[in-house]
Antibody
Framework: QVQLVESGGGVVQPGRSLRLSCAASGFTFRSYAMHWVRQSPGKGLEWVAVISYDGSDDYYAESVKGRFTISRDNSKSTLSLQMDRLRTEDTAVYYC????????????????WGQGTLVTVSS | EIVLTQSPATLSLSPGERATLSCRASQSVSNYLAWYQQKPGQAPRLLIYDTSNRATGIPARFSGSGSGTDFTLTISSLEPEDSAVYYCQQRSNWPPDTFGGGTKVEI
């Protein structure tokens, strides 16, 4: 069965960095675009970033562009999110999510989600 | 950025009743709209995509309709396990894809 397991969350001071990981199993990871979506009490659900099936292409929300970097290792079925220059408004539960389409196309609906990892940015 | 507005904020109904949830877009999203269900402490679950297509394993009591700017999620006969928050999401104009603020269904 499809499993996505995030890790790496925690408490960090504003301006510092954090790296999230998502371990995927139960499907052909290299065939799917993958996303990060976050959820905070104040802003609800917010799409953060997407990476193509082969890692050659990515897109970001304006709120994180230039600070966050999405990457993947298809040999290890792992998705990552490097978060630099963190702000208090980045506080949220971060989910990795699989794209609905298995042909490498960005369908941009999310059919499987991890359990989420909490990132708290606070001094 | 397309804004999705969901109504009502909360819907209180009894088992067996019909639930009708609304999602309105600030501009046309064609039929590129999905619905998700989220229970406390869980990740969202895809119910409906492209307005009316049920995702794998979703019961037939869940259906979606609409086009352009006005969309509806209908739960034909509520079960106790349908208590959750329901979100709509559009993929018409990106980045970013955006979500609505949610409707809480209490049973």
């Amino acid at each position: 069965q499809v499993q996505l397991v995030e890790s790496g969350g925690g408490v960090v001071q504003p301006g510092r960095s954090l790296r999230l990981s998502c371990a995927a199993s139960g499907f052909t990871f290299r065939s799917y675009a993958m996303h990060w979506v976050r959820q905070s009490p104040g802003k609800g659900l917010e799409w953060v970033a997407v990476i193509s099936y082969d890692g050659s292409d990515d897109y970001y929300a304006e709120s994180v562009k230039g600070r966050f970097t999405i990457s993947r290792d298809n040999s290890k079925s792992t998705l990552s999110l490097q978060m630099d220059r963190l702000r208090t408004e980045d506080t949220a539960v971060y989910y990795c999510a699989r794209d609905l389409d298995n042909t490498g196309y960005y369908y941009r609906y999310f059919d499987y989600w991890g359990q989420g990892t909490l990132v708290t940015v606070s001094s | 950025e397309i804004v999705l507005t969901q109504s009502p904020a909360t819907l209180s109904l009894s088992p067996g009743e019909r639930a009708t949830l609304s999602c309105r877009a600030s501009q046309s999203v064609s039929n590129y709209l999905a619905w998700y269900q989220q229970k406390p402490g869980q990740a969202p679950r895809l119910l409906i995509y492209d307005t009316s297509n049920r995702a794998t394993g979703i019961p037939a009591r869940f259906s979606g309709s609409g086009s352009g700017t006005d969309f509806t999620l209908t739960i034909s006969s509520l079960e106790p396990e349908d208590s959750a928050v329901y979100y709509c999401q559009q993929r018409s104009n990106w980045p970013p894809d955006t979500f609505g603020g949610g409707t809480k269904v209490e049973i």
